[in-house]
T-cell receptor, first 115, second 113 residues
């Protein structure tokens, strides 16, 4: 089955700096890659996602890049703010047509924004 | 929309007892997923349903775990008998045909003593 590796496990950056979190996946058939943000005691919430037919997607301060050949994808957060502090999870799945599939998650990255 | 609803939010039980977790997906969603989150293993998919039919249960740990979806608006995850290593947060998520997003419920924190 699919295996998703995520690095680093903890990332501390100064407020205003950029943060980058990287993930690799093993199953070349995976074609959907979401990123979830989870605050302490809360549910995971989708922040951005990308399909394999796209190399990059941006939404305000966050962006995701995908390299299908190397089977890795990354989350980029620019101009970090205190409210960005949370655990971030990458995930992968295989979507056929309009259908869905269960997500395989990375182990998470604890992002700490230093004031 | 109320979002995905899970109950109970917290459950404390003793080893050997039966535990039933409940989920109501977002109305109109065709897919329902059960995930488990622990510090050691992270977020794991246990089972998912499409139109009330189980599609993939390969993540269910063992025969002590069972899940049902008797109708489009209700699913249960049952553990019988429960063990301390089942302690975790159990999330239910739902998604619709043609949409990518899986919406998570608030989770049930299960503690087995």
């Amino acid at each position: 089955g699919e295996n998703v590796e995520q690095h680093p496990s903890t990332l501390s950056v100064q407020e205003g700096d950029s943060a980058v979190i990287k993930c690799t996946y093993s199953d070349s058939a995976s074609n959907y890659f979401p990123w979830y943000k989870q605050e302490l005691g809360k549910r995971p919430q989708l922040i951005i996602d990308i399909r394999s037919n796209v190399g990059e997607k941006k939404d305000q301060r966050i962006a995701v890049t995908l390299n299908k050949t190397a089977k890795h994808f990354s989350l980029h957060i620019t101009e970090t703010q205190p409210e960005d502090s949370a655990v971030y999870f990458c995930a992968a799945s295989i979507k056929s047509g309009g259908g869905a599939d269960g997500l395989t998650f990375g182990k998470g990255t604890h992002l700490i924004i230093q004031p | 929309d109320a979002g995905v609803i899970q109950s109970p939010r917290h459950e404390v039980t003793e080893m050997g007892q039966e535990v039933t977790l409940r989920c109501k997906p977002i109305s109109g969603h065709d897919y329902l997923f059960w995930y488990r989150q622990t510090m050691m293993r992270g977020l794991e998919l246990l089972i998912y349903f499409n139109n009330n039919v189980p599609i993939d249960d390969s993540g269910m740990p063992e025969d002590r775990f069972s899940a049902k979806m008797p109708n489009a608006s209700f699913s249960t995850l049952k553990i019988q008998p429960s063990e301390p290593r089942d302690s975790a947060v159990y999330f239910c998520a739902s998604g619709g045909w043609g949409t990518d997003t899986q919406y998570f419920g608030p989770g049930t924190r299960l503690t087995v003593l």
